[in-house]
């Protein structure tokens, strides 16, 4: 079901999408200039170094993380959030099992 600029989202008819690694994404709400995602982690896993042209703000919801955003690397746990501009690399290491909201801006079409 696509939920593109549908004013509810139930995350129970959010298929999750295996990403390997212990990685698994749902697309929640979103339209052409914003993207909401859940990330579900387990203990181990890697959210490996990358970069895109979208601004991304996560919210830590559970667990802990390691996160290096352009060359700093901090841990993170539930309560805490994190900024990234376009083009800056960014990654982590999950610590303790949890979950993540991914927003983006504009929304990212590779994710559909």
Known sequence: ???KNQPFVY???VEARDLG???TR?????GDDLM???LHFEKGSIGALHHHPHTQCSYVVSGAFEFTIGGVKKV????DSLFKLPEVEHG???L???VLLDFFTPMRKDFL
């Open 26 to 30: 749902k697309v929640l709400g979103y």
């Open 92 to 94: 982590c290491v999950c």
């Open 1 to 3: 079901m696509d939920h």
């Open 76 to 79: 993170v746990r539930a309560g």
């Open 36 to 38: 909401c995602c859940e």
């Open 96 to 98: 303790e099992a949890g």
């Open 21 to 23: 690694g212990g990685v």
């Open 11 to 13: 995350n129970a008819e």
